[in-house]
């Protein structure tokens, strides 16, 4: 059995624990920000706590999206569920969601770890990703997290 490979992105956010934890923890501010570039967020489900979880779709909005998930025999909209396996409060959040979205590929899990360490007025933000099937699909993952993590900062900025 082989350790799982895992990706680290690190930000800096001007906001408490309290308010990142915010956005990451309800259904509003999770549909505020989540979602790569051209894609929406409806959170269908939500009980943070560890064995709760979230159920939510993800909604390509952008033409262009649309039009490339089509030509790659994908569907425009997916609805996914995560796992929630740990929550300390403006802490620390983890959970386990299922990769059943890649054509030709058999669904297996990954987990997202999310680390809230309190920064002078700030806080800084790891995110630890587990990595995907291969190395295409992780930079695509990672370039999703990058894109999300800016969508965060935008909130952050527009909410305080």
Do not use: C
Not at 153 to 160: C, S, V, W
Request: aromatic share 10%.
């Amino acid at each position: 059995m082989t350790e799982q490979r895992t990706v680290r992105i690190e930000r800096t956010y001007d906001a408490s624990p309290a308010e990142v934890w915010e956005l990451w923890t309800t259904a509003d501010g999770i549909a505020s920000w989540w979602g790569p570039e051209g894609f929406g967020v409806e959170v269908l489900e939500l009980d943070v706590r560890p064995g709760g979880k979230m159920t939510y779709s993800m909604i390509a909005k952008a033409a262009e999206m649309k039009a490339y998930l089509e030509s790659q025999g994908m569907p425009t909209t997916t609805t996914h569920d995560m796992h929630f396996t740990e929550v300390v409060p403006y802490r620390r959040l983890s959970y386990r969601s299922a990769v059943d979205f890649v054509p030709d590929v058999e669904s297996y899990d990954v987990g997202t770890h999310l680390e809230l360490e309190p920064l002078g007025n700030g806080t800084r933000l790891t995110l630890i990703l587990d990595a995907m099937h291969d190395d295409h699909w992780t930079e695509m993952s990672v370039a999703g997290w990058e894109q999300q993590l800016d969508n965060l900062a935008t909130t952050l900025k527009e909410t305080l």
